[in-house]
């Protein structure tokens, strides 16, 4: 898959993450959707918005996209993150893979890992 033929929905979360957006951002998910990051799940909206209100919009994290892959398990994006977070010890860039499966328009399921 070609970076510039991200789905939609996958590039509304990067533009509402990067704007930013948390509205946007949160509304990117289905209502019982999950995110995976950092060893740590968290189901539905609520938890999704209290997840990115604190690990990714107080420490005002941006995404850039480097590559993006289809599978049959959905599509992964490689992103660079930027922000306001304790670099120390991480490289640089740092490069995050973003593993997104979508139903309806909707991001069901986010896991995030190095």
Known sequence: MDINNIPQIINDF??????PDPAAYVNCFSDDA???DEGQTRTGKTAI????DVYHFAANVTLEPRAVKQS???ITVT???D???DKTGLPDPLLLDYH???CAGKITRLWISC
């Open 72 to 74: 049959d398990n959905g």
């Open 83 to 85: 922000g306001d977070y």
């Open 79 to 81: 992103c660079k993150l």
């Open 34 to 36: 999950t995110v995976i």
């Open 49 to 52: 918005k209290n997840w990115s």
């Open 100 to 102: 997104f499966s979508i």
């Open 14 to 19: 990067i533009t509402a993450s990067n704007k």
